[in-house]
């Protein structure tokens, strides 16, 4: 039963009543135990765990833990427009639903219900090649779109899927480039999880010998499409990317799940950013849980974040729903962190907003 107070004066003459029912999700974390409750333990350990001792997916987390915010008064902040445009796209916040695979383990109707909340949210969302099945479904839901890219080992699949991806009006490629093997990710060996490798169509396999040489290939496929590599942790492979043509980069270390000992994406993003100096877009993800958070990682030099566990934890609990209340609750914690930092857009979240904590 909610609690209830009796009417009077509270504090500054301030009338008081009935105090709500408290909502069941207050924060994004607040999803994961319902997800927990809803999943076999052995998909729950697979979308929560990462690689070896999870010493990166925890620093994922610790890394925001090492900036404070610096806010700013007297700003006439007022109501914060979040709004950004991602590679000419315009959406309604600075926050991506990042790709994440095998969604229909987490809910019957997977990337299908993701996409309707993201779009619903006006967020761009970016596709797993996993759900290759359902490619044209997922691309026909209102929101913008981009494809993230697994190239098979069998390059008339992955050739034919690229031609379907840009037919369908998918605005980007976002190749992943971190996936030369499986991370050594010890919960699953423990509770004998067996990964599902490719889309539920065929049994294809990842190209585990993917080199700069390759995107030429892949932007053959899809002409005129921006492409960006995600899952790039160092200047030198940053500036090989701006050598190479590339659109734009995800620093990203994918979510902790690969090489265990890589450090966190927001460690290595200030150098990152100072090498790339403005030639392409970054954006970045890895353990984005937070309003705060975004506004750090804005403030550090990414345009925009990609978040996935929390959205995996929504669509898990309670389906589109689910990931619409994660997205909202981005969307109203990045709302009062900027209004309270006096930022009236997000071109003003800027370096001087924040400082290491020492």
Known sequence: MPRTYARGVGLAGCSLGSVAEAPRFVTVDDYEPAARAALPSEVY???AGGAGDEWTLAQNLSAFQRWYLRPRVLRGSGTPDITATLLGQQVSMPVIVAP?????MAHAEGELATARAAGAAGSLM????TA???LEEIAAIEGPKWWQLYVFTDRGVTADMLHRVAAAGFA???LTVDFQAVGLRHRDTRSGFVLPIGPKSANLAFEPALSWDDLGWIREQTP???LLLKGILTVEDALLAIEAGIDGIVVSNHGGRQLDGAPSALTVLPEIVAAVAGKIPIYMDGGIRRGTDIMKALALGAEAVMVGRPVAWGLAAEGQEGVAGVLQIFRDELLNAMALCGCRTVDEITSALVAPVT
């Open 132 to 134: 290759l099945d359902h």
């Open 126 to 129: 970016v596709v797993s090649s």
């Open 172 to 174: 980007a490629v976002c």
């Open 224 to 226: 005129g499409l921006p």
């Open 45 to 47: 350990e697979y979308f």
């Open 100 to 104: 994440w695979a095998f969604q229909w």
